[in-house]
């Protein structure tokens, strides 16, 4: 089982920058594929980005392709989510969410979750 904790959320204005971090707990933490989520008020959770156990795979949601960049550092268990050129429409709760088996790019079976961090975009 692994343990999740997301930090780096804020306040900042339209076209600035945020970098979101995950810390894992466990000495598995290469083993499990890793992914960001985010959820607006009023409306369903959304796949924002993933990446592979061994970093070497990204796969993005479209409209996040060439604003974020997800990456990890399996020696520190930890998870990133830079994020640039932010809009309005990017504010939202932003989860970190952790799976043991299966593809990293499947939006399903991620069964880890943190517990979210807050991001505001100022227009």
């Known amino acids: 089982q692994v343990q999740l904790v997301e930090s780096g959320g804020g306040l900042v204005q339209a076209g600035g920058s945020l970098r979101l971090s995950c810390a894992a707990s466990?000495?598995?933490?290469?083993?499990?594929?890793m992914a960001w989520f985010r959820q607006a008020p009023g409306k369903e959770r959304e796949f924002v980005a993933a990446?592979?156990?061994?970093?070497?795979?990204?796969s993005y949601a479209d409209s996040m392709k060439g604003r974020f960049t997800i990456s990890r550092d399996n020696a520190k268990n930890t998870v990133f989510l830079q994020m640039n050129s932010l809009k309005p429409e990017d504010t939202a709760v932003y989860y970190c969410?952790?799976?043991?088996?299966?593809?990293?790019?499947?939006?399903?079976?991620?069964?880890?979750w943190g517990q979210g961090t807050q991001v505001t975009v100022s227009s």
């Open positions: 969410a952790a799976k043991a088996g299966g593809y990293y790019y499947l939006r399903s079976g991620y069964d880890y």
């Open positions: 466990g000495r598995t933490f290469s083993s499990y594929a």
């Open positions: 990446i592979s156990r061994s970093a070497g795979s990204t």
